[in-house]
C-alpha cells in the first residue's frame, strides 16, 4: 500500500520561481526567513505528515470518533498526534510573535499545510480552523482577549471553531437566531443551537474556543443585526489556568460521507442560563468580523483540493506501477506490463498529475500575494481579494474530479474500501460545500469582484494584461508554441465572457448568474494555465543553460498536457456563461 509522501521538489520549484519566495523574505517583518530555512521547514514537515499523520488517516476514516454524554474521543492516534503537533511547533508557525507565533510568511504555511491535508485531511481541518480563529480574534477582538486567548491558541494548546450554521440558517446567515444578552460585568449570556462544527467537540486539547454568531436584544434584522462572541469551553480565569465548565455541550456529532476522523458536532448554547461569552468588537458587525476568518478558510480549503490531489494522484499511481493486467496495445514484445503502459491510465494520471501542480501553482501564487498584501502592497490585495473564490471554488472542484479520476485507474477495486481509494473521493466531495458552495463562490467572483467593484472590472482586466503580456513573451520561445497560443486562446475567452458579464450584470444579474460557476472554472483554468506556461518557459530556460534535470524535462511535459487537455476548456465555458442562460433559466417551475 502507497504511503502519502509530499512533493518537496515541486513545492520548492512553486515557492521559489513562481510565488517569489526570496522576494516574500525580503518584505518587513520577514527578515528571519531564508530559501535555506524554507528547505528544513519542509524537510521537517514531510517527515511529520509520513510519519505521524498518514498512518492515522485510514484508521479515522474506519474507526471515526465516539460522542457519549457531550464527550467526543478521537480516533486512536488523533489526539497523541495532535499533541506532537503542538509541541513541535507547527500550529505557531505564521503568527505573530507577540503571541507566541513564528511569523512565517503565509506563503509559507501555505506548502506545510498542503502536506497535513494531502497525509490526513481530517486532522488538518482542526489547526485549519484554529488558525482562522486566531486571525480574527487578532484583528478584531480587544487587547485584553488577545492576550487572554491567543497565546495558547498560537501554541496549539487549544483549538478554536466557527459557529455560523444553524438548523433554520444555512448559508442564510441573515436567519441566524442564537441570541446574546449583556450581564452587565462585560459578559454576555449566548444560547442557540449551531450544527456543522468541525472539531467542535474533542479530547486534544485542553480548551476549545468557539467563535458565535449570535443577536443582541433590539438588533436590527438581517445580516447587519449579528455580533460575534468568543465561547469557550472552558471559563479561563485571570491567571490564564482553566476554570469552570461553560454552559455549553456537544448535543451529537453528525455520520458523514467522508472525514470521518473530523468531529462535526451539533453544539448546544445554553441548556442551563446561558454559555458566558465575550464580544468580538463592536455590536452588530460580527458577520464581517468573520468574514476575515472565512477567508483564511476559503484559501486553505482550496488547499485541501491540491492535498486530495495529490494523494489520490499518488496512491493511483503506486497501483498503476503494480498491476499488470491485459495486452498493451501496440505492444508486440509479448511482455507482460504494468497498466501504467495502458494509453487511457497513462491519460489518467497525466490529468491528474498535471491539473494537481496548476492548482498548487495557483495556491501559492495567491499566498505570496497574501504576504504581499500584509506588507501594504494595494495591487497585491486586489489580486488575492479576485482570486480568493476562483481558489476555493475551482480548487475543490478539481480535488472532487481528480479523486475520482485516481479511483478509475484502480479499477473495480477502487471501488471497494479495502485499497482505500474511495476514501479519497468521499473526504473531497465536502470541500466543494463548507466555508461557502461553489456557487456561492461563483456569485462572488461575478458580483463582487468583478461587477460591483470599485472600478467595475479592474482587477479583472489588470489580471487579463498581465497574462496576455507574459503570453506574448511564452510564444517568443518555439519550443513553447503550443502552449503559448492555447493560453492566448483561453485569455481572449476570458476576456470575452468578462465582457459580456461586466455589459449585462445591471439589467440582468440573473443571467449572469446562471453561469457563475462556469465562469469561475474557466478562471480557474486560464490562470492555472497561465501559471503553467510561466513554469514551462522557466523549466525550458534551465534546460537550455544545460540542466539535466529531470524535473524540469516532466514540467514541460506537464504544462504541455494542461494546455492541450485542459485550456481548451475556456473557449467552451465562455458560451456557457454567454449563452447559456436562456436555456438554464427556461423551464417553467411545474415541469422540473
Known sequence: MSTYIAPIRDMQFVLNEIAGLEEICALPGNEECSVELVESILDEASKFAT???????????????????????????????????AETGWMSMPFDPEYGGQGLPAVVSMAVNEMWKGANMAFGLCPMLTGGAIEAIAHHASDELKQKYLPKMVEGTWTGTMNLTE???????????????AVGDGTYLVSGTKIFITWGEHDVAENIIHLVLARLPDAPPGLKGISLFLVPKFL????????????????????????????????????????????????????????????????????????????????????????????????????????LHHPDVRRLLMDCKARTEAM???????????????????????????LTPVIKGWSTEQGVELSSTALQVFGGVGFVEETGAAQYYRDSRITTIYEGTTAIQANDLVGRKLARE??????????????????DAIAAN??????????????????????????TYANDPAAVHAGSVPFLKQTGIVVGGWLMAKSAAIAAKHLADG??????????????????????????????????????????????
Request: aromatic content about 8%; overall charge negative.
Open 454 to 471: 470599485k472600478v467595475p472590472g479592474a482587477a479583472m482586466k489588470t489580471l487579463i494584461a498581465e497574462m496576455s503580456a507574459d503570453a
Open 236 to 339: 479561563v480565569n485571570d491567571d490564564g489556568s482553566l476554570g469552570a465548565r461553560n454552559d455549553l455541550i456537544c448535543a451529537s456529532i453528525e455520520h458523514k460521507l467522508g472525514i470521518h476522523g473530523s468531529p462535526t458536532a451539533v453544539m448546544s448554547y445554553g441548556e442551563k442560563e446561558g454559555a458566558i461569552g465575550y464580544l468580538i468588537g463592536e455590536e452588530n458587525k460580527g458577520v464581517g468580523y468573520m468574514f476575515t476568518m472565512m477567508n483564511h478558510a476559503r484559501v486553505n480549503v482550496g488547499l485541501e483540493g491540491v492535498g486530495i490531489a495529490e494523494r489520490a494522484y499518488q496512491h493511483a499511481l503506486w497501483y498503476a506501477r503494480e498491476r499488470v493486467q491485459g495486452a498493451i496495445i501496440g505492444d508486440k514484445s509479448g511482455e507482460k506490463k504494468t497498466i
Open 167 to 181: 438548523p433554520n440558517a444555512g448559508s442564510d446567515l441573515a436567519a441566524i437566531s442564537s441570541k446574546a444578552k
Open 360 to 386: 498548487r501553482t495557483l495556491a501559492y501564487y495567491g499566498a505570496a500575494n497574501i504576504d504581499k498584501a500584509h506588507a501594504g502592497d494595494a495591487a497585491a490585495q486586489a489580486r488575492i481579494d479576485l
Open 478 to 503: 518555439p519550443q513553447l508554441a503550443n502552449i503559448a497560443a492555447n493560453l492566448k486562446a483561453g485569455i481572449a475567452a476570458l476576456n470575452s465572457a468578462s465582457d459580456w458579464i461586466l455589459a
Open 547 to 592: 540542466s539535466s534535470d529531470d524535473f524540469y524535462k516532466a514540467k514541460l511535459a506537464t504544462a504541455e498536457y494542461f494546455a492541450t487537455h485542459q485550456l481548451p476548456f475556456a473557449a467552451a465555458y465562455a458560451a456557457e456563461v454567454m449563452g447559456g442562460a436562456a436555456s438554464t433559466l427556461g423551464l417553467a417551475e411545474n415541469l422540473f
Open 51 to 85: 510519519g505521524v499523520l498518514d498512518p492515522i488517516n485510514k484508521v479515522g476514516d474506519q474507526t471515526g470518533h465516539v460522542c457519549k454524554d457531550g464527550v467526543v474521543t478521537t480516533a486512536p492516534g488523533f489526539k497523541e498526534a495532535y499533541k506532537l503537533f
